[in-house]
């Protein structure tokens, strides 16, 4: 048995100690009346759609509730159909063969252009654009989605660890810089922070004084040649402390900064088979940033 | 019992709390290390359950949702309770008397090591440990992939294993 098994069985046989000091007589568990109206209300919706089989020979319980909601969605869009085509007064029904002129072998099939027709049934559905990944390191980043997908990224660019902390992603644009960072927790300030949402999760903002630099960095070679951090969120996602810091060369312009904010803004969470388990993805809307 | 609980029938409601109250608890505290707050996940996990239990259509499964709905709210509590940076000054030791001795990992290392996780690692742990589900299962759960959770559970273990090993 490995000394991995064997430190799982002894924590497991620890946890389960632990759990039990929350052991104790429960009175009552309060439930709020219009919840259990609620659900009283959804009674006759259950009864109607939970009819199930008993769980046998370990197949799982059947229940005929698709069924049901699947034929009446097929009733409901033909009930629809059948009454917007009545309210037009359309004959539903087949059309007269005289109106039907005989097909010709000239026009069987339609062309290429009428398939694609944005109007016509046939028209491609508009696809989510794929994240491009971090920016390049030369100029041009095209316009489009991007994402931070830690540090095992497929080029592996933008990677750096120094002292426990690592610098994975630094992106500039003329006089400003994002720069995101893995932090340990409890190595930074709450000192004048504000409570925000990034990314779709909670987390702090603060400014930050542009002559001091945050004590977690350890060396200047985390910054952009002379840039001072001006702002700070820190964010906790499944665990993993980041901290995204807008960074300024003096005499930054707002535009700049407007648009480092809107970058930072547009950043959304993304589950993923990743180290961390998520990717943050981004909009960059010019072609200004790189990551060189 | 559990159509029955679902459709609002008080007494089927009842016996399923009997059943997996205690489950629900003990998750709820390996997450918060605090008995109130455990209770107060519970409540809240109750007050969810009762509207969702209808959905619930393979009775063997409604102990790890359950205790999965506990665990989140388990989760919220502790991390609010992080963020207000509370420090708590424990008047009693962290040994307990009735705590076998002889136990390989002690209990107050345990508890240290663990209050030095986040909430989110904690619940992990909980639902690997004390619940007994697996990856795939927390990972369903939690709408995550099984993948992804395997390596996280890995990585906590990895670093509860330093720290308990090197006390």
Same mark, same amino acid.
């Given at each position: ?8 069985m ?5 946890v ?59 009733v ?8 917007i ?41 508009p ?166 | ?5 679902a ?5 089927a ?20 290390h605090?008995?109130?707050?455990a209770?107060? *996940?519970?409540?809240? %996990?109750?007050? &969810? ?10 009775? =063997? $499964? !409604? /102990? ?5 709905? *506990?665990?989140?709210? %388990?989760r919220? &509590? ?10 708590? =000054? $424990? !008047? /009693? ?18 508890a ?38 395997r ?5 906590i ?11």
């Amino acid at each position: 048995m490995s000394d991995q098994v064997k430190f799982e069985m002894r924590l497991e046989a620890a946890v389960n100690v632990l759990a039990t000091k929350a052991d104790g007589p429960v009175d009552s568990v309060r439930i709020a009346s219009s919840a259990i109206n609620a659900s009283r209300n959804a009674g006759w919706w259950t009864r109607l759609t939970s009819i199930e089989q008993p769980q046998a020979d370990g197949l799982p319980g059947l229940s005929i509730r698709p069924l049901l909601v699947t034929m009446l969605a097929i009733v409901a869009i033909g009930s629809v159909t059948f009454g917007i085509s009545w309210l037009r007064g359309t004959n539903v029904g087949p059309p007269p063969s005289t109106a039907t002129p005989t097909p010709s072998p000239t026009d069987s099939a339609p062309t290429p252009s009428d398939s694609k027709s944005p109007l016509g049934p046939g028209s491609p559905q508009p696809r989510p654009e794929v994240a491009k990944g971090w920016p390049n390191t030369g100029p041009w980043n095209p316009p489009g989605v991007y994402s931070w997908d830690g540090p095992r990224s497929a080029t592996g660019r933008g990677f750096r660890c120094a002292g426990g902390f690592c610098v994975i992603g630094i992106m500039h644009k003329s006089d400003v810089g994002i720069h995101l960072d893995v932090v340990p927790e409890g190595t930074f300030s709450d000192d004048g922070a504000t409570p925000v949402t990034v990314a779709g999760h909670d987390g702090s903002y603060r400014q930050i004084d542009g002559r001091a630099r945050p004590p977690m960095l350890h060396s200047n070679m985390t910054w952009l040649p002379g840039h001072s951090p001006r702002e700070e969120w820190i964010v906790d996602i499944e665990g993993t402390t980041i901290a995204i810091r807008l960074t300024a060369r003096p005499g930054a312009s707002e535009a700049d900064l407007a648009d480092a904010h809107a970058i930072i803004e547009s950043m959304r969470y993304e589950p993923r088979d990743n180290d961390f388990g998520f990717r943050l993805v981004f909009t960059l809307t010019n072609d200004d940033w790189s990551s060189g | 019992m559990l159509a029955r609980a679902a459709a609002g029938d008080e007494l089927a409601f009842a016996r399923l709390v009997a059943a997996h109250h205690a489950d629900m608890r003990r998750v709820a505290y390996v997450i918060c290390h605090d008995v109130g707050m455990a209770e107060d *996940a519970c409540q809240q %996990a109750w007050q &969810i359950s009762v509207t969702k239990l209808s959905g619930i259509r393979e009775p =063997a $499964r !409604v /102990r790890s949702w359950l205790v999965a709905v *506990a665990a989140n709210e %388990a989760r919220k &509590i502790a991390q609010r309770q992080r963020r207000r940076n509370v420090i708590e =000054a $424990r !008047v /009693r030791p962290l040994s307990d008397s009735r705590i076998d001795e002889s136990h390989v990992i002690d209990q107050a290392d345990l508890a240290r090591a663990l209050a030095r996780l986040n909430p989110d690692d904690r619940m992990l742990i909980a639902l690997r440990y004390y619940a007994d589900l697996d990856s795939t299962q927390i990972a369903g759960l939690r709408g995550r992939s099984a993948s992804g959770t395997r390596a996280r559970l890995a990585r906590i273990l990895d670093r509860l294993r330093k720290e308990l090993e090197d006390v």
